[in-house]
């Protein structure tokens, strides 16, 4: 069976793009492929990841580099080639080498296919697209087996990976003993398996990823209970989906979606309202510029579809709508994906809202450091 191998540490996607979009050095190669047919075997994707490699290599080889920087960076792409795992949902992969980076990233979205040798990596884009996107996990509790996905808009993914709990019946096995009251018994083994469950997830999710539970009542009590980020959960959805197909829990999952982003969204607002309270803000696309670019930025808020073009001044401290005001200054065709770059590279966050949620705030807040 293929697997998608769950990271040691709990980073987004989002943020390891982040992490690659602040590496510069020369000369830095993006290797991005779509799956157009995603299939069990992926025979066409691991063909174009391959042909990938050597492509950059003869533009290594056109730009002029070192021989022995570019035998040891073939090598290094080789090896990434060789550590991809494929499965029958990938939408797309990516992979980021230089002399001191060697990454494999995988996209659970549709990407534009290119290699790229420059100074930098070819990451913007692709950290935009996944900053506009909800994402969430799915957590499926069950006696039988827990299932694990992550979610990105309404595409959802299962992770199948060996350091996922086993389901609640291997618990109570383990502290079924003799002359043990019964109910004794399960009530230990379920709270060992929530507190196993929310260990994982500690270990997998990042922290402020929304969290979704689905399976039997009892089991969702117990891991409320016992969980130590409650806040998380933004909805749960009761049954049984121990041998549910993906595309069906998915299905289950889309019918309340637009409730769960809400709920979401409502919890974002509550968690910073002492920073409004206590004027730790910026409102607006002008004020929260300024702030973001003398690096006070904490978290970005915006609504969804709203876009504006100005310019920023030459020292990229204020934006502008009138070109007279900015002569020796940047044309910023989208200000908002611009800020929010600028927000995620200094380490911030950045997420959208529906239409209507940041009226007051002229549709961009952005809470700071001070």
Known sequence: MNKMKLANK?????????????????????IIKQNDNPSINNDKLRIEIKNGVKTAVEELEKQGYDKRLIKKLE?????????????????????????????????PMEVKPKVIVDDSFEIRDLLLQVNRTFQYDVLVLSKKKTRFFNGFGKDLHEALDSDIPKGAEDFLKRENKAGVDPAKTESIALEKYARELDHFLRLHAPMQMPLILMGDVKLLGYFRKYAKRPNKIIGEIEGSYDDMRVSEISEKINEQLQAFSEKWEDQLLAAIQDDIDRLRYAAGIQEAWQAAAMKEAR??????????????????????FNPEFAPDGDFHEDAIDDLAEMVLAQGGESYFLAPGKLEKFDKVLLTTRF
């Open 299 to 320: 978290m970005l808020l915006t609504e969804r579809g709203y876009r504006v073009e100005g310019y920023s001044t030459k020292d990229g401290l204020f934006f502008v």
């Open 10 to 30: 709990a980073f987004s996607l989002q943020e390891k793009l982040v992490e690659l979009l602040q590496v510069k050095e020369s000369p830095c190669i993006s």
């Open 75 to 107: 090598e290094r792409m080789t090896a990434l080639e060789e550590s991809v795992q494929y499965n029958n949902y990938l939408r797309g992969v990516g992979l980021f080498a230089s002399a001191n980076v060697a990454e494999v990233l995988y996209f």
